[in-house]
């Protein structure tokens, strides 16, 4: 699994009138990525093992969060760390990418890492998506305390596309906060895209499905718990759809009570839930 996908109850809620398809295995030959989380004081260690790799003939990608220094952020940024980098790993060829580069140059520093002409490309993330090198093994996010899981998972899909054992590693420092250790501790016990998107509603909450809001709760369920409830949601669609089968036209009478109550809602509710996006 490459892609972050949607966490299962919110799939049968948005898509209940379909069948939902659930792609939980790797492709034929791929191995599950190796995933650690150290801290920054262990970075020697950390470039003795990319170099390991280098040495065997592997690629490696190195995520910053920023492209330069903050003033109001203290956080590693891509125009240090690529000098640093272009100093410990003399002996290799580097690459450089981030969204400020125009086009043609993206395409170039890109073009040259796939080709293997670098062995280490040192980046935003730009190259969250749509970066196929199975020769890339090492997947480095600098400050990953800085990025969501969803993100994260993506960042580590662009490495373990080939046959051969690949690695991510989350770089962070000592002081984190509570939520920001379970998503380390999650993102190193699994592989798994729909386990991590669970994980994510149940930290970050499901948001406003009516608005811009992407996180917390902002509607009050009286019941329902969109990260609890999936067996229950999926049964409650069951149980909808022989009733639909059983009287498409709303005439039988042992389900008046329902079809009345279902009209009520609909006049007291006129949104228009289809134009949501």
Not at 1 to 24: E, K, Q
Not at 212 to 228: E, Y
Not at 231 to 237: D, F, K, S
Not at 260 to 275: F, P, Q, T, V
């Amino acid at each position: 699994m490459t892609a972050t996908p949607i966490p299962r109850t919110l799939a049968m809620t948005l898509y209940g009138d379909l069948d939902v398809s659930v792609i939980d295995e790797l492709p034929p030959g791929r191995k599950p990525i190796s995933t650690q989380h150290i801290f920054r004081n262990r970075a020697d260690e950390m470039y003795s093992f990319i170099r390991r790799q280098l040495q065997e003939g592997r690629q490696v990608y190195v995520v910053y969060p920023l492209i330069s220094e903050s003033e109001k952020l203290d956080l590693k940024n891509l125009e240090d760390g690529y000098k640093q980098l272009c100093n410990i790993f003399c002996d290799y060829r580097l690459s450089k990418l981030h969204g400020k580069m125009k086009p043609k140059e993206k395409d170039e520093e890109m073009r040259r890492f796939a080709q293997g002409e670098t062995q280490m490309l040192v980046s935003t993330t730009v190259i969250e998506v749509g970066v196929d090198v199975p020769n890339a093994s090492v997947m480095v996010i600098e400050n990953a305390e800085r990025f969501g899981l969803s993100q994260l998972h993506q960042l580590r899909g662009r490495v373990g596309r080939g046959a051969s054992q690949s690695y991510c590693i989350l770089v962070t420092d000592y002081k984190l906060s509570e939520d920001t250790r379970k998503r380390m501790e999650i993102m190193v016990g699994s592989n798994d895209g729909f386990e991590i998107a669970e994980a994510d509603l149940k930290l970050r909450g499901p948001g406003d499905i009516e608005g811009t809001q992407q996180s917390g709760i902002a509607f009050d369920l009286k019941i329902a718990n969109l990260a609890r409830d999936e067996q229950l949601l999926q049964y409650v669609r069951e149980v909808a759809r022989e009733i639909v089968d059983a009287d498409a036209l709303c005439e039988n009478p042992a389900y008046r009570i329902l079809w009345e109550r279902l009209r009520e809602i609909k006049r007291r509710d006129n949104r228009h839930w289809g134009a949501i996006s």
